[in-house]
């Protein structure tokens, strides 16, 4: 049975040890107050949902993954992840780090960042579902108007209502100036949008009440190319004056992909039929928002590699001691036994060590990129929200393309170190490397990473 | 849609203007007559069965799987997969490099190689059915008495008979002295085995009218270890006097594994219950026998891994030349289009390139391996038959890790090419990432593969 042990007292070797996060904070006046006990606590309590409630749906859902019903366009997820879903809402864990004005516990983002380390290493196809909601709150949040941010952040930040980021069509991914989804404005000053959207992960779901899609799309006049995009709200079901639901918006999954992992999170085909929609910042204007969501998701996907390579390790770990096979090198080390625990085996402890550094190391770098992403918005003093920001912009693509590469070498590494048993599903490490195998492509490949930070 | 496409001309650019395999084969007196015409009219059929015949399997088959009715013990494999195998059998392509002796056509192992390597490409899992048999074959070849040879070469020669490898059990892989199968002598000079094997790959299936398996089992007086193993004919059917099925024998499928990949191919936990075997070489000599057919595996395995790359970088070049996004760096170079194809992108160039460098580099390497194990076994000249073995002893496995490593990268990359399309399966590249990952572990992992070298 695999095994996951949330990583407490690492994480508060990098946060208090290492990057004395507390000292950092004692300037930025929204979280002076936040002290080590306090962090300390809630990830304990954080790593207990982790391990407890979203660890044991892991393998289930990915076996069992979602279904479309092409009558209704409503997706099952797995069985419990939706039940697990509730749990996460009513723990209060999809507010932790939000702005108190929406409901949320303004929280540092730090430590957001190691509750959803642990949220990842147990399930990341699970994990997904909100964790796409955090970039989307964080557009609406720097580009949203008044009127959308109270329409939508509260829910958003309850996690009442789930997010979606809408950008890659068939034919394009990377080069989303080649978009085709078209925006229409309405004499109310709406737009009805029209298109396909592919790889469109938590796109449908049955977990929240309400989906709010972040849609790329092209006005009439837009000029062509890159410039030429606008970012829309198109949420599933339209939201009434009084915040209840209205009607079910023309905007559905029309299909889910048969993908190599990450079986439990419905990647929607997304169809756009006359969709209601309302425009996110200025019109052409939308990669500014966009580019909000995607950084905040790019350092999310370095996350998920990040959780990936501390759970294969743990397991790998707990394997190598286990498994016994052949002496070592240096005389009988278990003279008990009739062989050694392989981890006696240099080429096995290579593996571990190489995954534990993997893990050590990106902990350190993705908790850092989280205490600058904290600094780069709330530091009192101006040149120190620039600098970190700059600093983080340098990062990014660091996190995402490093931690990601990492991750599926340390998952390849870790499953190597099960030999035979390794390939088998029972074991939950081949699952690791399908998992993780999707953290190189998506949010940007990792090529374009490496472009990205030239 | 995926694309094979049998590189006949470079096999035939390594065979006959690299290697000269035809003046290699001159001075073997049963190889003297065969000629470039011949080994090439040979493999453009080959070709057309491996791309006509077996690919059109490899997703379907992937998908489908393998299933073990429990009550019967009997398996089915995917649809369509025993009629390719009858259509191989029938075709003659099983005893393509088998001795004339037993009915086989003679022809040098490079023919099989190369074969093999356009099989592999289009279907792992299938091509894993008549691929352990060739292994079982050459042990018995080797180390089989003449009444065991009468009985079971004819028919494993022809493909009527397949054959495994029985060697893995629960608690022990690489460290075969744990064994603990039982073989009890028996009167009439047969011996009665008793134990569990597992990850026995093309285990049970429904595709041959016999199986016959070679399994390592310990006589009740063995010495402890490696040095008290002896191998043993297990076949699925006791074969009667007159060449005739008889009983069914005590050996069957106990369940199949779930895997990561190979889908197609039955992996199965194999239950000996008194199952009646005869001894294969010396008692407690059984490692020997075990050799011929380990080593054999191994070529194999790196030849398998071969076959991905080669299929996985085909289908990445038609990709890179079809899909456009973005422009080139250096100025547009598809000015009719509102995009320039992917393979303009220096790094699209470069996994493409590793990946070709790995499959032309790793078919050199194979080719001159099978070149060397034919001289090995049929040069007139002594010294040459040794040295040859020696080289060979040394190449081994370097073709096993070198090009499964290398396999499973190049698959990673190929993947990569595709970007989000990569990790969806109907475009196939994830499958190959899959199935090309067993590859490192099964026949000895990659790390006892380097310790063998050194």
Redesign the interface.
């Known amino acids: 049975m695999p095994v996951y042990n949330p990583p407490l007292r690492d994480m508060q070797f990098v946060m208090h040890e290492v990057l004395k996060v507390t000292d950092e904070f004692k300037s930025m006046p929204q979280h002076a107050d936040t002290d080590v006990d306090t962090i300390n606590a809630v990830l304990e309590e954080a790593g207990k949902f982790a391990s407890q409630v979203i660890f044991p749906l892991n393998i289930s859902g990915d076996t069992e993954g979602c279904q479309l019903n092409r009558d209704t366009h409503e997706v099952t997820t797995p069985t419990g992840f939706k039940e697990a879903y509730k749990t996460y809402v009513d723990g209060g864990w999809a507010a932790l780090s939000c702005d108190p004005e929406y409901g949320g516990q303004g929280l540092p983002l730090v430590v957001n960042q190691c509750l959803y380390e642990m949220m990842n290493s147990a399930n990341q196809a699970w994990t997904m579902y909100p964790g796409l909601t955090h970039g989307a709150y964080a557009s609406l949040h720097t580009h949203g108007t008044p009127e959308q941010k109270a329409t939508y952040l509260h829910k958003m930040t309850s996690g009442e209502w789930t997010g979606t980021m809408c950008l890659?069509e068939p034919?394009?991914?990377?080069?989303l100036g080649?978009m085709r989804t078209k925006a229409e404005p309405q004499p109310d000053g709406t737009y009805k949008i029209t298109g396909n959207k592919?790889?469109i992960s938590a796109g449908e779901h049955d977990m929240a009440d309400n989906i709010i899609h972040l849609v790329l799309a092209r006005l009439p006049d837009a000029p062509p190319g890159i410039k030429g995009v606008s970012l829309f709200i198109v949420p599933k079901f339209n939201v009434n004056a009084d915040g209840t639901l209205g009607e079910r918006n023309g905007i559905y999954g029309g299909g889910l992909?048969?993908?190599?992992?990450i079986h439990g999170n419905a990647t929607a085909q997304i169809v756009l039929d006359g969709a209601v929609g309302t425009l996110v910042g200025q019109p052409n204007k939308g990669m500014q928002g966009m580019f909000v969501m995607m950084n905040a998701a790019r350092l999310g996907v370095g996350n998920q590699s990040l959780g990936l390579t501390e759970v294969a390790y743990q397991n790998a770990l707990a394997y190598a001691k286990d498994r016994?096979?052949?002496r070592s090198l240096t005389g009988p080390k278990a003279k008990d036994k009739?062989?050694d625990p392989i981890i006696v085996?240099p080429?096995?402890r290579r593996m571990l060590l190489t995954a534990k550094a993997y893990a050590e190391g990106g902990r350190a770098l993705a908790i850092y990129s989280s205490v600058l992403l904290e600094k780069s918005h709330n530091h009192p003093d101006e040149k120190v929200r620039k600098d970190s920001d700059e600093m983080l912009s340098l990062l990014t693509p660091i996190v995402k393309a490093f931690l990601t590469d990492n991750g599926?070498q340390a998952a390849?590494m870790c499953?190597?170190v099960f030999?035979?048993h390794?390939?088998?599903?029972?074991w939950g490490m081949?699952q690791h490397?399908?998992d993780a195998?999707?953290n190189?492509?998506?949010e940007g490949?990792?090529?374009i990473q490496?472009l990205d930070l030239l």
């Open positions: 890659t034919h394009c991914g990377t080069d080649l592919i790889f992909e048969h993908k190599m992992g016994i096979q052949m009739p062989a085996h080429d096995v599926y390849t499953q190597q030999g035979g390794g390939y088998i599903k029972e081949e490397v399908r195998r999707i190189m492509i998506y490949t990792n090529t490496s």
